[in-house]
Nanobody, 127 residues
Framework: QVQLVESGGGSVQPGGSLKLSCVAS????????VSWFRQTPGKEREGVSC????????AYEDSVKGRFSISRDTAKNTVYLQMDNLKSEDTATYYC????????????????????WGQGTQVTVSS
């Protein structure tokens, strides 16, 4: 069964950190570009970060550059999003998605480029 399962969300104070995990099953995630999106109620889902197949490219949304870092553990078929110095505006449901495109920078924002999606994990940043 093909699926992506996110975990690692939670509630933190501003300035805190969280590490999200996206575990893939039923396919080899290393062959795909894997991205993290986030969505808040009433807003469109937006691309946050992308890691290209074979780790040959990365991309970050401007507001998270220098604070978020995307990485992959091929042996575990897992992609991570390390989120540091979290801000209240990072509060959202975070989703991972996998698609067959490259490089990240040109294509990751378009949700139509993804074949698989996870169910999401909630991140709340509040004092």
């Amino acid at each position: 069964q093909v699926q992506l399962v996110e975990s690692g969300g939670g509630s933190v104070q501003p300035g805190g950190s969280l590490k999200l995990s996206c575990v893939a099953s039923g396919f080899v995630a290393d062959y795909y570009s894997v991205s993290w999106f986030r969505q808040t109620p009433g807003k469109e889902r937006e691309g946050v970060s992308c890691l290209g197949s074979g780790d040959l490219s990365t991309a970050y949304e401007d507001s998270v550059k220098g604070r978020f870092s995307i990485s992959r553990d091929t042996a575990k078929n897992t992609v991570y999003l390390q989120m540091d110095n979290l801000k209240s505006e990072d509060t959202a449901t975070y989703y991972c998605a996998a698609g067959l495109f490259t490089p990240c920078g040109l294509y990751y924002r378009d949700r139509n480029n993804y074949k698989f999606w996870g169910q999401g994990t909630q991140v709340t940043v509040s004092s």
